[in-house]
C-alpha cells in the first residue's frame, strides 16, 4: 500500500486538500487499490479558508516519514492563518525530511512557498500562485526557486509545483500516476469523469 500524508496548515484552502482526498480515495476503491491517504496537522482541529472545520487523523509529532511514500501540500490563505503553521519549523522540517528521503512532494499554489521556506528548492525549478502582481512567485524566488512563471505545473526530481487552484486535480492525479501508473491513473481519470 503507497501511503500519502497530506499535511494541512491552519487556514488551509478545501478544495486543493480535497482533491488529493478524492483522487487517491477512488484510487483505494475503484483503482488499483494501492492507495491510502492519512490526514495530519499541527493542531486537533484546522479550519480551512472559509470556516470549514477538520480533525486530522494524525498530529504532525506522530508522523514517521519511513511509513509515507508521499507528501502533499494544498496551500491557504494568509488572512487564514495559513503561514502560522505552514511556516513553523516542524512543519518545515516534515517537508526537508521527505526530500532527503528522495520521496515525492506535491503541492498547489501556495503550498509550494512552505517547501520553498524549508530550502528544499534551491536552485531548483518550481512555480506558486501566479496572480496577484506575482508577489507569490517572488516570495518563492527569495526562498532561492528558480521560478518558472509561464507553465502551470512544475516538476523538478521529486518535488510536485504548481501556480493556482485550477490546477488541483491535475497535480492530484500526477501524484497518482507517479504512485502508480499511467494506465491506471488514465482509468480512475475516466472513473471520475474526467
Not at 496572480?131 to 505545473?153: M, T
Not at 516538476?155 to 504548481?162: G, L
Not at 504512485?179 to 475516466?190: F, Y
Amino acid at each position: 500500500m503507497k501511503k500519502v500524508l497530506l499535511l494541512l496548515a491552519n487556514g488551509f484552502e478545501a478544495v486543493e486538500a480535497s482533491v488529493f482526498t478524492d483522487v487517491i480515495g477512488w484510487n483505494k476503491s475503484d483503482g488499483d487499490g494501492t492507495t491510502e491517504l492519512i490526514t495530519v496537522g499541527m493542531r486537533k482541529e484546522l479550519k480551512c479558508t472559509f470556516n470549514f472545520t477538520i480533525t486530522p487523523e494524525m498530529q504532525i509529532n506522530e508522523v514517521n516519514v519511513d511509513e509515507f511514500d508521499a507528501l502533499a501540500i494544498p496551500g491557504g490563505f494568509e488572512e487564514a492563518g495559513f503561514y502560522e503553521d505552514a511556516y513553523n519549523e516542524i512543519f518545515l522540517n516534515l517537508i526537508k525530511e521527505f526530500d532527503r528521503s528522495g520521496k515525492i512532494i506535491a503541492s498547489i499554489c501556495v503550498g509550494a512557498l512552505p517547501i520553498g521556506k524549508s530550502g528544499v528548492l534551491t536552485n531548483r525549478n518550481a512555480t506558486t500562485y501566479n496572480l496577484s502582481n506575482g508577489q507569490r512567485q517572488k516570495q518563492l524566488a527569495e526562498f532561492g526557486a528558480n521560478v518558472i512563471c509561464d507553465k502551470p505545473i512544475v516538476i523538478d526530481k521529486n518535488i510536485i509545483t504548481s501556480y493556482n487552484p485550477s490546477t488541483a486535480f491535475a497535480v492530484a492525479f500526477k501524484l497518482l500516476e507517479l504512485l502508480t501508473s499511467p494506465e491506471n491513473c488514465t482509468k480512475v481519470k475516466n472513473l471520475m469523469g474526467f
